[in-house]
């Protein structure tokens, strides 16, 4: 059973910064695209950033130079690391493995 969990999403002020994790269970996450989206109220889903089997990176213009997505291999978890986080930013951040996701962790940005 492939189980995607999300964390570290909270409140913070404008122009913090969090680290937001995905831990795979029942799945490769290396092996695999892994995808961070983020969605807001009465908005479009975002792809925000993506990291490949190779570890090639891509980036929503929204999140370049903001965003980095990383992995750990031996914790089979992906990462997000997001700084000088904008209200604009408030959302709620899941990630994708094929098509699995997780329940999504609700990031807010305080002005």
């Known amino acids: 059973q492939v189980q995607l969990v999300e964390s570290g999403g909270g409140l913070v002020q404008a122009g913090g910064s969090l680290r937001l994790s995905c831990t795979a269970s029942g799945i490769i996450a290396s092996i695999n695209v892994v995808n961070w989206y983020r969605q807001a109220p009465g908005n479009e889903r975002e792809l925000v950033a993506t990291i490949t089997s190779v570890g090639s990176t891509n980036y929503a213009d929204s999140v370049k130079g903001r965003f980095t997505i990383s992995r750990d291999i031996a914790k089979n978890t992906v990462y997000l690391l997001m700084n000088s986080l904008k209200p604009e930013d408030t959302a709620v951040y899941y990630c994708?493995?094929?098509?699995?996701r997780g329940q999504g962790t609700q990031v807010t940005v305080s002005s």
């Open positions: 994708t493995i094929r098509r699995w």
